[in-house]
């Protein structure tokens, strides 16, 4: 029987690369979905996917779980509307959906927490560091706190707050592809971290405390205190050097205009950062903006729904 997931993408309203050291995160699934069918075939185990070893390492995972030697073969089709390689957790998404998929396919099992327990260990291939906290927020979407407080204990919190409609006014800027992989990012962060550690932790508290401060703005629907949060938190993100040249003129004009713009999850360092994360409370003051910069712009909305059985016939 047809078994079809769908799995929301992601953004961090702060705490990326922080979180892998230990810092809070506090992430939100967006109106951007993939969505993973997997079906009988009579021949051989299929896949059309745009990366189909990504899509074989997820089987694996999945087999290795179950300690299956070998299943009856299927075809799995991936339909994605993340841009991949901009931050939105494309990848973490389509582990999520494919692992959701895969356990209702095979055993008739619809449990989030196996899912996101085993998209972390397809998550650990990208990179040795993986937080845990993308494929969290993509499972079970909404608002997610995530802190990674041991390798083996994670606090993981869907908020119970609804995003107040004055405050849901995000916009992505596309800046363009990022030069560096996530992985290299995070590297380029760890070596970093083991030079100078005294820096790095006091930017790491700083960023914490806007963590927080974004959860509560979020709560209250306090619009400045939201733009002042996010502001600090992406001045966290450059001091450490996660943030291209490219984008931090635009970056300031955005604050100017009395709005606030992020980078997201790895970033960028020499050219793109692919998307920004921008909030700002008079929207018709972007576009132009934008196009100066010779980016484009598309509004998003932040909560929804994370990981979804679209239909099981
Ligand atoms: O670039 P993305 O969307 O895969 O996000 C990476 C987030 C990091 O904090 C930089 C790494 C991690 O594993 O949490």
């Known amino acids: 029987m047809p078994v079809s997931v769908s799995a929301p993408g992601k953004i961090y309203l702060c705490g990326e690369h922080f979180v892998v050291y230990g810092a809070p995160a506090l992430l939100s699934a967006i109106d951007k979905r993939v969505t993973v069918k997997i079906e009988d075939h009579k021949d051989k185990l299929l896949t059309y996917s745009l990366d189909n070893r990504f899509i074989r390492h997820i089987i694996n995972v999945v087999k290795n779980h179950f300690g299956l030697r070998s299943i009856r073969p299927f075809k799995i089709t991936v339909a994605s509307q993340i841009k991949k390689g901009y931050h939105l957790g494309s990848s973490a998404a389509v582990s999520v959906a494919s692992i959701g998929a895969l356990l209702y396919y095979l055993k008739r099992v619809w449990n989030p927490d196996l899912v996101n327990k085993l998209a972390f260990e397809v998550e650990k291939i990208k990179h040795h560091n993986a937080s845990g906290a993308d494929n969290s927020g993509i499972t079970y979407g909404g608002l997610v706190w995530?802190?990674?407080?041991?390798?083996?204990?994670?606090?993981?919190?869907?908020?119970?707050?609804?995003?107040?409609?004055?405050?849901?006014?995000?916009?992505?800027?596309?800046?363009?592809?990022?030069?560096?992989?996530?992985?290299?990012?995070?590297?380029?962060?760890?070596?970093?971290?083991?030079?100078?550690?005294?820096?790095f932790d006091r930017f790491m508290a700083i960023n914490e405390i806007q963590t927080k401060k974004i959860a509560l703005a979020l709560?209250?629907?306090?619009?400045?205190?939201?733009?002042?949060?996010?502001?600090?938190?992406?001045?966290?993100?450059?001091?450490?050097?996660?943030?291209?040249?490219?984008?931090?003129?635009?970056?300031?004009?955005?604050?100017?205009?009395?709005?606030?713009?992020?980078?997201?999850?790895?970033?960028?360092?020499?050219?793109?950062?692919?998307?920004?994360?921008?909030?700002?409370?008079?929207?018709?003051?972007?576009?132009?903006?934008?196009?100066?910069?010779?980016?484009?712009?598309?509004?998003?909305?932040?909560?929804?729904?994370?990981?979804?059985?679209?239909?099981?016939?």
Do not use: H
């Not at 938190?233 to 009395?258: A, D, F, H, Y």
């Open 146 to 199: 995530y802190r990674k407080e041991l390798e083996f204990l994670k606090s993981i919190w869907q908020l119970s707050l609804k995003i107040p409609s004055n405050l849901n006014k995000f916009y992505l800027i596309d800046t363009g592809t990022p030069l560096e992989s996530t992985a290299a990012m995070v590297k380029f962060v760890a070596k970093k971290y083991a030079e100078n550690k005294r820096f």
């Open 219 to 313: 709560k209250e629907g306090n619009a400045n205190n939201l733009v002042n949060a996010l502001k600090v938190c992406e001045n966290t993100l450059e001091k450490i050097g996660v943030v291209s040249q490219k984008v931090i003129p635009i970056i300031r004009e955005v604050e100017k205009k009395g709005g606030a713009a992020k980078i997201l999850g790895g970033g960028g360092r020499s050219k793109g950062v692919g998307y920004l994360l921008c909030f700002i409370a008079g929207e018709n003051l972007l576009p132009d903006l934008v196009k100066r910069y010779n980016f484009s712009l598309e509004a998003i909305s932040l909560g929804e729904e994370g990981i979804r059985l679209e239909s099981s016939k």
